[in-house]
């Protein structure tokens, strides 16, 4: 089951959609593109929530109605590839990384053999890079990927605000991979503001930033500050994902190891 699925979330339209997702090719037998991107967008819902085996299933979906559509070159399908390429590589699960690369390095081949590749395949192209050299203790380079998205996709409408801010948490968490805690926290402030905008303040993205807000406190020694922010989300990390999730773990190892700065022995003890 998915933890995001829960509560208020589960009133969202994207929520509905997934709900939907079985009989999605039923419904749209005769239009394959229009369940393509449906199955894509559910896809990305699924990645964005760390439900990444049902993720994989929907990319799955989606990228074989696009070359059942366009053909083996399509680029819609090549960058249904390299979003799952940068699931692969964040999902850290065994040989996750040695996959990413190669499906990341199979869509190089195929946009070199496109005579018009299309702007928004270098987002995404970026995109994966970004996140296998995040994963590969390269965090200069995936800086560098991750900053180089984001500039291209703040020009193009057809990448949509939500893939636009979550770019830019992982270039805050590159920062944060650098030692440059101000540079990080600045970033995941403003985050903060946006994706609670976007998708209000107990959503997923939100929680994540929180997260990493702690951290950026952390990393500058503002250890009173991290055990403030991680203590006020802790509860809605419980209710919501669970005392093992993977983004719970890194909460409550960032509150112990500012607790334990700060000399709160019985509280780093809990």
Same mark, same amino acid.
């Not at 299309?118 to 970026?126: E, F, G, K, N, T």
């Not at 250890?223 to 093992?244: C, M, Q, T, W």
């Given at each position: 089951s998915n933890p995001f699925l829960s509560g208020k979330a589960s009133e969202s339209l994207t929520d509905a959609i997934i709900q939907a997702s079985p009989g999605i090719d039923r419904q749209f037998k005769d239009e394959p593109l229009v369940a393509a991107r449906l199955h894509q967008t559910i896809a990305r819902a699924l990645d964005n929530r760390t439900d990444y085996s049902d993720a994989?299933? /929907?990319y799955d979906r989606a990228l074989a109605l696009f070359k059942?559509?366009?053909g083996e070159l399509s680029q819609d399908a090549?960058?249904?590839?390299l979003q799952r390429a940068t699931l692969e590589a964040r999902s850290y699960e065994k040989d996750s990384l040695t996959l990413a690369k190669s499906l990341l390095a199979q869509q190089e081949a195929a946009v070199a053999k496109l005579p018009r590749p299309r702007l928004d395949i270098a987002v995404w192209l970026s995109s994966a890079r970004g996140m296998i050299a995040l994963i590969d203790n390269d965090?200069?380079?995936?800086?560098q990927n991750f900053q180089a998205a984001i500039t291209t996709a703040e020009a193009l409408p057809m990448v949509d605000e939500g893939a636009r801010l979550a770019l830019k948490q992982r270039l805050g968490f590159s920062y944060i991979r650098l030692g440059d805690g101000a540079?990080? /926290?600045q970033l995941f402030g403003e985050l903060m503001i946006a994706f609670t905008r976007l998708s209000g303040p107990e959503s997923p993205n939100v929680l994540r930033v929180r997260l990493n807000l702690a951290q950026a406190y952390m990393i500058q020694n503002k250890h009173a500050d991290a055990v403030k922010e991680a203590n006020e989300v802790y509860p809605e990390f419980i209710s919501r994902l669970g005392p093992d999730h993977e983004l719970t773990m890194p909460l409550l190892t960032t509150r112990a190891q500012s607790e334990g700065s700060l000399g709160m022995w019985n509280d780093d003890r809990r």
């Amino acid at each position: 089951s998915n933890p995001f699925l829960s509560g208020k979330a589960s009133e969202s339209l994207t929520d509905a959609i997934i709900q939907a997702s079985p009989g999605i090719d039923r419904q749209f037998k005769d239009e394959p593109l229009v369940a393509a991107r449906l199955h894509q967008t559910i896809a990305r819902a699924l990645d964005n929530r760390t439900d990444y085996s049902d993720a994989r299933q /929907e990319y799955d979906r989606a990228l074989a109605l696009f070359k059942q559509t366009d053909g083996e070159l399509s680029q819609d399908a090549i960058i249904v590839q390299l979003q799952r390429a940068t699931l692969e590589a964040r999902s850290y699960e065994k040989d996750s990384l040695t996959l990413a690369k190669s499906l990341l390095a199979q869509q190089e081949a195929a946009v070199a053999k496109l005579p018009r590749p299309r702007l928004d395949i270098a987002v995404w192209l970026s995109s994966a890079r970004g996140m296998i050299a995040l994963i590969d203790n390269d965090a200069k380079s995936a800086a560098q990927n991750f900053q180089a998205a984001i500039t291209t996709a703040e020009a193009l409408p057809m990448v949509d605000e939500g893939a636009r801010l979550a770019l830019k948490q992982r270039l805050g968490f590159s920062y944060i991979r650098l030692g440059d805690g101000a540079k990080a /926290e600045q970033l995941f402030g403003e985050l903060m503001i946006a994706f609670t905008r976007l998708s209000g303040p107990e959503s997923p993205n939100v929680l994540r930033v929180r997260l990493n807000l702690a951290q950026a406190y952390m990393i500058q020694n503002k250890h009173a500050d991290a055990v403030k922010e991680a203590n006020e989300v802790y509860p809605e990390f419980i209710s919501r994902l669970g005392p093992d999730h993977e983004l719970t773990m890194p909460l409550l190892t960032t509150r112990a190891q500012s607790e334990g700065s700060l000399g709160m022995w019985n509280d780093d003890r809990r």
